[in-house]
């Protein structure tokens, strides 16, 4: 069992950077697999970016490409999510979820957090 706590949501304005913080419960948290996902308003929730227990593959959604880094501390049991050059359709929830590699789906979800990018 995993539990996934997020923090470091608020409010930014347009060009602004948040660094989104995951805590993980567990021992076996070196071995999941680790994503972030969001959710705006009246639509459905979208990957963001993942990263494998090992770190060296990233994945990352083209809408975030080039401006959005995922990584993980597997000491403090966290994983990260730094945004830059936020834009306003960035406004959303966004997810901290982890699987085991052998899973097709992401078993455990944090709560969200709120990210609002104002214009």
């Known amino acids: 069992q995993v539990q996934l706590v997020e923090s470091g949501g608020g409010l930014v304005q347009a060009g602004g950077s948040l660094r989104l913080s995951c805590a993980a419960s567990?021992?076996?948290?070196?071995?999941?697999?680790m994503a972030w996902f969001r959710q705006a308003p009246g639509k459905e929730r979208e990957f963001v970016a993942a990263?494998?227990?090992?770190?060296?593959?990233?994945y990352y959604a083209d809408s975030v490409k080039g401006r959005f880094t995922i990584s993980r501390d597997n000491a403090k049991n966290t994983v990260y999510l730094q945004m830059s050059s936020l834009k306003p359709e960035d406004t959303a929830v966004y997810y901290c979820?982890?699987?085991?590699?052998?899973?097709?789906?992401?078993?455990?979800w944090g709560q969200g957090t709120q990210v609002t990018v104002s214009s």
């Open positions: 990263m494998l227990p090992w770190s060296s593959a990233l």
């Open positions: 979820a982890a699987k085991d590699v052998a899973s097709t789906e992401y078993d455990y």
């Open positions: 567990g021992r076996t948290f070196s071995s999941y697999a």
